[in-house]
């Protein structure tokens, strides 16, 4: 996924949440939540080495409902449950004009 961003910003990190996919008539729900510190992600270029590192993901206890049990899937500071890890990869680079795309991920 490509995220363009416009600097300067009044934002410190950007932060992504994970849904899970309930059939109807179920509400997809947050599961868990990631945040990236910008200042970080903009010491990369594309042309160096990305930086590719892995990420644990943390949120509520499963199982549990409510205000705080929302409250720790959309903010990964405040949550007290481990709920896995995915490998990002993340760079910078400079362009004069953004170009915005919508691409379908496969689901194999």
Same mark, same amino acid.
């Given at each position: 996924?490509?995220?363009?961003?416009?600097?300067?910003?009044?934002?410190?990190?950007?932060?992504?949440?994970?849904?899970?996919?309930?059939?109807?008539?179920?509400?997809?729900?947050?599961?868990?939540?990631?945040?990236?510190?910008?200042? $970080?992600? *903009?010491?990369?270029?594309? /042309?160096?080495?990305?930086?590719? +590192?892995?990420?644990? @993901?943390?949120?509520?206890?499963?199982?549990?409902?409510?205000?705080?049990? $929302?409250? *720790?899937?959309?903010?990964? /500071?405040?949550?007290?449950?481990? +709920?896995?890890?995915? @490998?990002?990869?993340?760079?910078?680079?400079?362009?004069?004009?953004?170009?915005?795309?919508?691409?379908?991920?496969?689901?194999?």
């Amino acid at each position: 996924m490509l995220l363009p961003i416009e600097i300067p910003l009044k934002i410190e990190k950007i932060t992504l949440t994970l849904w899970d996919e309930d059939p109807f008539p179920f509400p997809d729900t947050v599961c868990c939540s990631l945040q990236f510190p910008i200042k $970080e992600m *903009m010491r990369y270029g594309k /042309e160096e080495k990305t930086n590719m +590192k892995w990420v644990n @993901l943390y949120g509520g206890p499963n199982g549990e409902k409510g205000v705080v049990y $929302e409250h *720790m899937n959309n903010n990964p /500071e405040d949550a007290s449950e481990w +709920k896995g890890r995915i @490998l990002v990869a993340y760079y910078c680079h400079d362009t004069k004009i953004a170009v915005s795309k919508i691409i379908d991920i496969p689901k194999n």
